[in-house]
C-alpha cells in the first residue's frame, strides 16, 4: 500500500527497538499524561452536567418555568388569561400564585420567609410539590384556614412542629404608608424538596389567605406556567411579551436562577483550563522525547537530506511522530473517561465501600449519588484542545530537525 515518505519514517521511527530506554519511556509517559487529562476532564465535566441537571431538576420542582405577574394590583381576567395562555405551544399547564415576603415568627424565633400562595387543585399543573409534601398537610391547605406548610429547614429555624403556630408579618402599602399586618398560622406540615433555597426559606400557604395578606382582594398576583422543555422558557417568555404586553411583568427561571447556573458555568470552565494543564504537561514531554530523537537521528536526517529530502519534509517526519503519540493518547482517553462517566454510579459506591470513606454523605448534602451527564459537546471539544495541544508541541522538534546542516552531522563519517 503506498504510504508518504514523511508517514513511514516517522512511524518507523515510533516503532524503532534500537531507540533509547528515556525516549521511549518518555513518549509512553506523554502518550499516559494526554490520556489521563482527557480522561479526568470528561468525567468532571461529566459529573458537572450532572449536577447541573439535579439543580435544575429540584430548583423547578416547586415552582413553574415562567411567569405573567401584575404585584401590586394582581390580574383581574386570570381565568381568561389562564385559558390563553395554556393554548399556547409547549405550554403543559397554567396555575395562579401569589408571592409574599415576610418575617416568620415562632416565640423568641424569627426568620425571613418567602411564603407562595397556592391553589392545591392548579398547582399540580405546574409543579411537583404534590410529591414532597404529605397529602394530609395538602389537604389542609384551605381558603380561610390559615394553615401553613414549612420547609424542613425553615420549620427546624423556627422550633416548630406539625400543629403549632406561627406569626407571619407583611409589609403592605396604604395610601403611601407602611401597613403592616400580622397574622397567625398553624403549621399542617413539612417538606422538604432536596435545595436549600426552598427547604430554608419556602412556606406554602392557600392563594386565598396570601391574596388576603398581600392585600388583592383574593385576585393572584400572576400566573406560572410550566412548559414542556424548560430550555424553551427565555423563548417563550419573548413570544408572550410581545403578544400580550400590557401592565404585566413577564420572567422566566433562567433569570430567577441565573447566579446558580452562572457558578456552575464559572467552575466548569476553571476546572477545563485546571485541567488541561495536565495535557499540556504532557505535551511537553512530547517536546523533550522528540528533540531527543532529533539529537539521536542527526545522521539519519543529514543522510536523507543528502538524498534530496526537503527541509519541510523532514519536518513532517517528526509532526507526525508526535501526532501520532497525541493521538493515540486521546483516543485512549476519551474512550476510558467515557467508561468511567457512564458508570460512575457503580464506581464511586465501590471506591466508598473500599476506602470505607462517605464522598457525600447524606447529613451534609441533599444529594447524595454522584450523577453523570456526558454531552456530545465535551466529547467533542476536549479531544480537539488535547489534539491541538499535541500538534503545537510538535511545532519547535519538527523545525529543528529541519535546520539540521548535512555537512556539519556527517563531518565525521
Known amino acids: 500500500m503506498f504510504q508518504p515518505l514523511e508517514c513511514f519514517v516517522g512511524l518507523r521511527y515510533l516503532r524503532s527497538r534500537r531507540r533509547r530506554g528515556i525516549v521511549s519511556f518518555m513518549s509512553m509517559a506523554s502518550l499516559l499524561g494526554i ?32 411567569t405573567i405577574a401584575a404585584p401590586l394590583a394582581g390580574v383581574d381576567d386570570w381565568p381568561d388569561l389562564q385559558r390563553r395562555l395554556e ?22 424565633n424569627l426568620r425571613p420567609g418567602l411564603v407562595r400562595g397556592v391553589d392545591p387543585d392548579e398547582e ?33 429555624g423556627l422550633g416548630v412542629d406539625i400543629g403549632d403556630g406561627v406569626n407571619l408579618l407583611v409589609s403592605n402599602f396604604d395610601d403611601g404608608r407602611l401597613a403592616p399586618r400580622l397574622e397567625r398560622f ?40 410550566r412548559l414542556d422543555d424548560p430550555l424553551a422558557a427565555a423563548g417563550f417568555q419573548q413570544r408572550i411579551s410581545a403578544a400580550l ?20 458555568r464559572i467552575e466548569k470552565t476553571m476546572m477545563t483550563v485546571i485541567m488541561m494543564f495536565i495535557v499540556a504537561v504532557a505535551a511537553f514531554n512530547i517536546v523533550a522525547s522528540l528533540m531527543m530523537v532529533v539529537t539521536e537521528k542527526e545522521r539519519d536526517i543529514a ?24 493521538l493515540v493518547g486521546i483516543v485512549l482517553g476519551t474512550l476510558l473517561g467515557i467508561g468511567l462517566a457512564l458508570n460512575v454510579e457503580t464506581i464511586v459506591p465501590w471506591l466508598e465501600t473500599t476506602l470505607n470513606f462517605r464522598i457525600m454523605p447524606g447529613d451534609v448534602y441533599y444529594v447524595t449519588e454522584i450523577p453523570a451527564e ?5 466529547v467533542v471539544l476536549i479531544p480537539a484542545l488535547a489534539l491541538l495541544v499535541a500538534v503545537l508541541a510538535t511545532v519547535y522538534p519538527s523545525r529543528r530537525a529541519a535546520a539540521v546542516a548535512p555537512a556539519q552531522a556527517l563531518r565525521y563519517e
Not at 303 to 326: D, H, K, M, N, W
Open 245 to 264: 404586553g400590557g401592565p404585566y411583568r413577564y420572567s422566566n427561571w433562567t433569570e430567577e436562577h441565573r447566579n446558580y447556573f452562572r457558578a456552575i
Open 87 to 108: 393554548a399556547e405551544d409547549g405550554v403543559v399547564g397554567v396555575a395562579p400564585y401569589v408571592l409574599l415576603e415576610t418575617m416568620i415568627a415562632a416565640g423568641p
Open 303 to 326: 543522510i536523507l537530506r543528502t538524498c534530496g529530502l526537503e527541509p519541510e519534509r523532514v519536518a513532517r517526519i517528526f509532526f507526525v511522530q508526535g501526532s501520532v503519540i497525541g
Open 35 to 66: 490520556a489521563l487529562g482527557v480522561a479526568a476532564l470528561i468525567v468532571i465535566l461529566s459529573v458537572m452536567n450532572g449536577f447541573e441537571t439535579e439543580l435544575r431538576t429540584r430548583l423547578l420542582s416547586m415552582s413553574g418555568h415562567a
Open 186 to 225: 398553624l403549621v399542617a406540615g413539612t417538606f422538604e424538596a432536596g435545595i436549600q433555597e426552598h427547604d430554608a426559606n419556602l412556606a406554602l400557604v392557600h392563594i386565598g389567605d396570601a391574596s388576603e395578606l398581600a392585600g388583592l382582594g383574593q385576585r393572584p398576583e400572576g400566573l406560572a406556567v
Open 124 to 156: 399540580a399543573a405546574v409543579s411537583e410539590f404534590a410529591n414532597v409534601i404529605d397529602p394530609v398537610a395538602l389537604g389542609q391547605l384551605e381558603d380561610g384556614a390559615r394553615r401553613i406548610v414549612l420547609g424542613r429547614i425553615l420549620a427546624f
Open 374 to 378: 456526558i454531552q456530545t459537546l465535551d
